[in-house]
């Protein structure tokens, strides 16, 4: 079942696992604010072992591994995927505090790229040790460091 997460009132629900998680869900809220005054569009998430969460995890897993041939170690507990404004957005938030998002234009193939976000708190990732991070402050998640990759194949 899904759930639309509230960026004022910030919950840990979905993502108490994580060892990072109040930071985890800070970053989660950061990302339902931004589609809420960008595009007036609620953020809903659902677990990552639900049908449809399991479709993302793995469309996502597969850009990965294609792509630059990287496989995330933690596990995913939420998903998401929807279109806005001709633009499919994936998201999947994995255990360790590691948000990844997929932003793929449906009409025009200069527009697509792989973000990765880390929680507050969290060490980067072995299999994303050969990116760099920049930092930015938010509010809600304290300090998200975050990368990026353009995407070349089609999905």
Do not use: C
């Amino acid at each position: 079942m899904s759930q639309v997460v509230d960026f004022t009132h910030v919950s840990q629900a979905g993502v108490e696992r994580s060892p990072v998680a109040a930071a985890l869900a800070g970053l989660r809220a950061n990302e339902a604010r931004y589609f809420n005054n960008k595009y007036d569009h609620p953020f809903a998430v659902e677990p990552a072992a639900s049908e449809a969460g399991a479709k993302t995890v793995a469309r996502v897993a597969h850009i990965l591994q294609a792509e630059r041939g990287i496989v995330i170690a933690s596990p995913a507990l939420e998903a998401t995927t929807f279109e806005v404004e001709g633009i499919r957005w994936d998201y999947v938030f994995y255990e360790s505090g590691l948000s990844i998002n997929v932003l793929y234009t449906l009409g025009d193939s200069k527009k697509r790229a792989v973000g990765f976000k880390l929680s507050e708190g969290m060490d980067v990732p072995a299999e994303l040790g050969k990116f760099k991070f920049a930092r930015q402050k938010s509010k809600l998640a304290g300090t998200i460091r975050g990368s990026f990759f353009v995407i070349k194949g089609t999905y």
